[in-house]
């Protein structure tokens, strides 16, 4: 399993922006899904998005689900061991506790692209290793 930290919640109003921020104390692994979740009260924990981690960090691909396309942005530093989701434009429905996860327990012989494919529906249990959760609330 891999060792997830989340850090930079906190509360802005409606139209502001916040960088989370996912140490990962081992490493990010290489090949792996890193994914961001959130869930609101009283609702089911949905995707935001994942990096894909190349080998090559250069080749990362990121997804995202249509509600934060446009308005949320994935990114890593691999020095820090640091994944980022920085969040323009907030809206008030964005208001949730975000987790960061990590699906890397994949077969050795599964290639690349299955493997983004195994996680683009972002299915909770795709995904092995779980951060604590940052809560972002958004105000109006």
């Known amino acids: 399993q891999v060792q997830l930290v989340e850090s930079g919640g906190g509360s802005v109003q409606a139209g502001g922006s916040l960088r989370l921020s996912c140490t990962a104390p081992?490493?990010?692994?290489?090949?792996?899904?890193m994914a961001w979740f959130r869930q609101a009260p009283g609702k089911q924990r949905e995707g935001v998005g994942f990096?894909?981690?190349?080998?090559?960090?250069?080749?990362?691909?990121?997804y995202y689900t249509d509600s934060v396309k446009g308005r949320f942005t994935i990114s890593r530093d691999n020095f820090k061991n640091i994944l980022y989701l920085e969040m323009y434009n907030l809206k008030p429905e964005d208001t949730a506790i975000y987790y960061c996860?990590?699906?890397?327990?994949?077969?050795?012989?599964?290639?690349?692209?299955?493997?983004?494919?195994?996680?683009?529906?972002?299915?909770?249990?795709?995904?092995?290793?779980w951060g604590q959760g940052t809560q972002v609330t958004i105000s109006a």
């Open positions: 996860a990590a699906a890397d327990d994949f077969s050795l012989l599964l290639s690349d692209a299955a493997r983004v494919n195994r996680c683009r529906d972002l299915r909770t249990g795709t995904f092995h290793s």
């Open positions: 990096m894909y981690t190349n080998v090559d960090d250069s080749d990362d691909e990121t």
């Open positions: 081992g490493g990010i692994p290489s090949r792996a899904c």
